[in-house]
Every structure is written in C-alpha cells, then in structure tokens.
C-alpha cells in the first residue's frame, strides 16, 4: 500500500501518487452457500448502534484548533478505505444468515447490506425488481431507455438459475472493493436545503461473473450520514478521523464495522423509505453490451428501488445542441458557482437523462456557442460520462473493478493528475482526495457556529 498520509498546516500538503490503470489480476470465487433473510434482532443491533455513533460526544473545537495542532488526514484509513484486511475480512465479507450471538458474521456482504434496505419485500422480491429494470425497456423523464439484456444474462440470470427458489446471497455477484467517507457532501440549514446532514457514506462493489471474476463493472450504494444538528456532523468527522490513528487490523475492523451500521444498518434513517438512510445506488458498467452506461435508482415509497435520473448529466442526446448552450449559456454564473442544478425539463422539453451513455467512451458536454469555457467543463466535470472520461483523464472507474487478492485501484482524480481541456487544451488539475480531506478538517477544527452557515460547494461525484 502506497504510503499517503496527507499533511493539512496551513493548506501544505504530502500526497501519494496514484494509480488509475484498469489491470486486475484473476482468482478463484468463493464456494456457494445458502441464503438466509434478515431479522429483526440485526435490525434492533443495527439501530442501536447508530443511536451509539449518533450520541457521541464531541472534543471541545479548542482542543483542535489550526493554531494548536495541525490536521493530518490519512486519506487510505479515513476517506476512501480498500486495504484487503478490510475488504477481504474473513468474517465480515463472506454472507451467513444473521446470528445474534455473531453479528458480525457476513455484515459487509452485498446480501446483508439489501437486507437492511428491503423494508417489508423479501430480499430475493427487492433484488430481482431491481434487476429486471435492466432487462425491460424503461422510460425515464420521457426518454425511453432500451434494456440491458447482456448485463442481465451475464451476471444476474446466471445468479438466478445458480439459487433454487430464493436468491442465495452467499453467491451474489459482488465483491466489496471499498468504503467511502464522503463529508464534504454535508449541508447545513444556511447551504444545501433546510437542515443538517453530514455527507454520505459510500460502499463499492464490483460486478462479477458466474465464475467469480470481475467484470467492466461496478455498483455503488450511497447513504446519507444522518445528523440532526452540528454537533452530530461533528460527531460523524470525529468517528472517521479516530480511524487514522489505529492500525488496519481487528481494532480498525471493529471501529469501522460501528460507522457503516451508522448508516447502511437497519433502520438508520426512520424518516425515509424502509428506514434506510440510501440516498442512491449507481451502476457503471460494460458488461455483455456497448455502450458503456451509468444508471441510478432511488428508493420510493413503493419500498422498491425505482430507475431515476442520473444526477447533473443531461440525456447524451442533447449534447452539442441549442438547449445545451442556451443552459450553460443563461445559468452561466451560478455554473461557475458550482451552486446549480440540471433540471428535469429546460425549454419546456424533457432534458435531464434517464441513463448516461459512454458514446463514444469519451464522450463530454460541449456545444457551439457556448460564451464560457470554464462553465462548459464545470457542467460537463459534473456529469457522469464525463468525470468518468476525458475532462479527469479517466479510463472509466475512480475505483477500478478488482478481483480477489487485489486492492482497487484508484483514479488519478481522486490521487493527483493533471489534464488537458478536451476544448481549450488548457492545464486542469485534480486531486480530490486531498479536497476531501481539507473539507474533513474544516468541520473537525471549526465550531458550530462557524459550520451552521458555512457555503459548501457539493459536487456530485
């Protein structure tokens, strides 16, 4: 593991280099099992310990103040986790039904984190609407998007046929490549729409086949880290930022197995849909048919997960037209303010998209006319194909598929690259994890006060 400690008195910072090469080593699958529904008893556990994480106490902001202490943030233990001690734990990546006496057993499973979010549908009921949504056609926002039909008979049909009447969850085709600690995404009721919440908390799989082994794909679920009030938000930074002084091990495990059950247990967020504090999942994938393709699905008052718009990207489509210009063109300002939104019509036509097509591979949003080229690459960095692609000199994934025994590597927007504007060719630099982690030691070393009205800059990836 590259050594990557960042460094943060006075803005300094030590960055490691990055990896963004798309090479994975094969390995064999892990054997089949049977499958088993949650229970109530997890979803009592799982409640409280985020009522536990929730309750923490904060350390006085004094304490920690920049002229006191600098922040060190160690971007491999805090912000974006994918060491094999973790994502291979033996006992927390391999699925077995619920135990109470062995909560811990298969918590970090695909199987247990759909058996936290599935309300009162059967996990195998959930998994299955989920997917046929790939093998249908689906309309969107008024576009209609053909099926997936190779994705779904490559990696779900096989699933299927594999299972007997019921999913088997110990044979699901996806293998943990991380977790994410995404607090720059917080809002507060001055910024970001009417109340507290500290970011979200991401878990990546990747996509895999009969055989166990990685596909050009991955999926993502995106939970919101609940908080009530500051003092909670500080609660959460607190939590992450403990980890970076423990060594990958059964103690960091254990500390870490209590921040994802504060937001992917049961019963996390009462307030929303099954209890569940999921925001979105995501899919980027290739897998079994052209083109290369991002889908996002919310969770509904249906208690399913529902296809959706994908967030800030219009339907490729439009791109290189009029109602593009015109958009980037007349919201210009806050574009640049990176303070906007794409809606779902613009000139009374249906313009956000229901998928986010690679095509071609590199594709990214531009059109003639368009008055400021740095609003046109904030648009276009905000969409998916594009901060996949060209505009971050990326070859697809920001965490590339892995297969056992190998760690995921990340893109050179999360660890440091420099690139070319697809349009003016002019110099562009990225290095995401170390803006994460100057957004992190805001909210550790800021009080209250200053945090309730901060303006956060929240971009979607």
């Not at 000199?393 to 660890?415: D, K, M, V």
């Not at 990225?430 to 009205?453: P, Q, T």
Request: proline share 7%; glycine share 8%; hydrophobic share 40%.
């Amino acid at each position: 593991m590259p050594s990557s400690t960042f460094l943060l008195s006075a803005l300094t910072i030590t960055s490691f280099s990055g990896l963004s090469s798309l090479a994975f080593s094969l390995a064999q699958p892990a054997p089949a099992a049977a499958i088993s529904k949650g229970s109530s008893v997890a979803a009592a556990t799982n409640a409280a310990l985020t009522m536990k994480l929730r309750a923490a106490t904060v350390t006085p902001t004094a304490a920690r103040s920049p002229a006191s202490s600098a922040c060190v943030i160690d971007p491999d233990k805090e912000l974006w986790i994918r060491d094999l001690s973790v994502v291979e734990d033996p006992v927390r990546t391999k699925y077995v039904p619920f135990n109470p006496l062995n909560p811990s057993a298969g918590i970090w499973t695909f199987g247990r984190f759909i058996e936290n979010m599935c309300g009162p549908n059967s996990p195998t009921d959930f998994v299955l609407h989920l997917f046929k949504q790939f093998n249908t056609m689906m309309v969107v926002n008024g576009f209609t998007e053909p099926p997936r039909p190779g994705f779904y008979s490559t990696v779900i049909q096989p699933w299927i046929d594999a299972s007997g009447k019921e999913l088997n969850f110990k044979i699901a085709p996806f293998r943990l490549n991380g977790f994410v600690n995404r607090l720059d995404l917080r809002s507060n009721p001055t910024y970001g729409g009417g109340g507290f919440s500290a970011g979200e908390g991401r878990v990546v799989f990747t996509i895999l086949t009969p055989d166990g082994f990685a596909t050009i794909g991955t999926l993502i679920l995106e939970y919101e880290l609940v908080a009530e009030n500051c003092e909670q938000v500080k609660a959460w930074a607190d939590a992450w930022h403990e980890l970076g002084a423990l060594d990958f091990g059964p103690t960091y495990n254990e500390r870490l197995e209590k921040i994802v059950e504060g937001f992917a247990g049961a019963g996390a967020a009462p307030h929303k849909p099954n209890g569940s504090a999921l925001n979105q999942l995501r899919t980027n994938e290739l897998v079994g048919e052209f083109p290369w393709q991002w889908r996002e699905f919310h969770l509904e008052t249906t208690t399913m997960l529902e296809m959706s718009t994908v967030a800030q990207t219009p339907e490729i489509t439009l791109n290189h037209t009029k109602a593009l210009r015109d958009f980037i063109n007349l919201n210009e300002a806050d574009i640049l303010a990176e303070n906007y939104v794409v809606p779902l019509s613009w000139q009374g036509n249906p313009f956000r998209g229901g998928v986010s097509d690679g095509e071609p591979y590199d594709a990214f949003y531009e059109a003639p006319g368009i008055l400021n080229n740095d609003a046109r690459h904030i648009f276009s960095l905000n969409t998916c194909v594009a901060c996949h692609s060209v505009e971050t000199g990326t070859g697809f994934f920001h965490s590339s598929p892995r297969n056992a025994g190998q760690e995921t590597f990340l893109s050179g927007f999360l660890t440091g690259i420099t690139v070319s504007d697809p349009v003016s060719g002019v110099p562009r630099s990225f290095n995401d994890l170390k803006r994460r982690a100057i957004s992190m030691c805001k909210v550790l070393e800021s009080g209250c006060d200053e945090l309730a009205v901060e303006e956060i800059v929240k971009p979607t990836h």
